[in-house]
């Protein structure tokens, strides 16, 4: 096999992670790490020596980590091999998700529970491109915007319905009134989730709840419409004239 002298990534837009080819490296090998990768130098399984952007002549100085395991003489040109990964961290504006089925929440001001469907939209980026590879990558050799919109999905909708359960009893809101509060149970649910998903070494980048609905024809809440009717018009003829109706 060719021993490799130019290690690099030009950049899908649509990956996040991507191992180059070859595994047949020398000491001199360069390696050109483009603005928004990170690269890194994996043997046996075991992460090892990280790069940020920039451009490298590889010598035993500057891959410390995989020296020692392989111990490879100082200057030359040595051969080895190992892999290297690239892992992408620009922003993705345009992940999706959906509830697929509807979420149950307990309205605080009437004590129903409403089955409530709610979708939006948020972006997301690599903070911690390690734990994105050893956490998410394993070994495929490439981990596509599809892949990890996929992964993610889940995971959004299934913390999602505890979320906003705490956050409407938290702060009183009926079910029924969610619409006039998603810009800040978005904020909310941001911050929350964010912390779920650092150990993934993933970012959630403004998510935001874009419509919940509850189907018209639920029959909790066709009764509480009809109860809120006989209310207001209770409230505008007066009991006693209801009474003779």
Known sequence: MAIIDVVKWEMDSGDFCYKFPSENLRLGTQLVVYPGQRAFFVKGGQVFDEFSSGTYTIHTGNIPLLTGLLSLPFGGDTPFQAEVWFVNLTIKPDFKWGTTHPMQLEDSRYDIIFPVRAYGRYGVRVSDSRAFLETIVG?????????????????????????????????????????????????????????????????????????????????SLVKLKAAKDMAARLRITGRDVYQME
């Open 139 to 219: 070994n495929m050799s490439r981990f596509s915007q599809e892949g990890l919109e996929e992964y993610l999905r889940g995971k959004v909708v299934s913390h999602l319905s505890s979320l906003v359960a705490k956050r409407i009893i938290e702060e009183n809101i009926s079910v029924l009134d969610m619409s006039a509060h998603l810009v800040e149970m978005s904020e909310y649910c941001n911050t929350e989730l964010n912390v779920v998903f650092q150990k993934y070494g993933v970012s959630l980048v403004d998510f935001s709840i874009m419509a919940v609905s509850i189907p018209q024809e639920d029959p």
